[in-house]
Nanobody, 124 residues
Framework: EVQVVESGGGLVQAGGSLTLSCAAS????????IGWFRQAPGKERDGVSC????????YYMDSVKGRATISRDNAKNTVYLQMNSLKPEDTATYYC?????????????????WGQGTQVTVSS
């Protein structure tokens, strides 16, 4: 059974840091491209970052470039998203998902490979 569980969210002050975790079971994270997404209330879901399966290439949305780092620990079957210099506009529920591919134009998620999300709230 495929399962994805996000963790690591919380309440943090502006300028702070968080590391989000995406633990997978039922599939190997190094066999799939993995994307992080976020959705704020009343807004569309945005792709935040993506790590490709074969060569580990990474992709970031413009608003987090320089502040976010996506990484993968194959032994733990977990993908991480470290975010620094957090801003109130980063407040959202963050999700990870296995995706079909990573590109500069987006990362289409695979159905049934989503987690339940973890809430990140950045106070000003």
């Amino acid at each position: 059974e495929v399962q994805v569980v996000e963790s690591g969210g919380g309440l943090v002050q502006a300028g702070g840091s968080l590391t989000l975790s995406c633990a997978a079971s039922g599939f190997a994270v190094d066999d799939f491209a993995i994307g992080w997404f976020r959705q704020a209330p009343g807004k569309e879901r945005d792709g935040v970052s993506c790590i490709s399966a074969n060569n580990g290439d990474t992709y970031y949305m413009d608003s987090v470039k320089g502040r976010a780092t996506i990484s993968r620990d194959n032994a733990k079957n977990t993908v991480y998203l470290q975010m620094n210099s957090l801003k109130p506009e980063d407040t959202a529920t963050y999700y990870c998902a296995a995706v079909y591919y990573c590109s500069d134009y987006g990362y289409p998620p695979r159905p049934d490979y989503w987690g339940q999300g973890t809430q990140v709230t950045v106070s000003s």
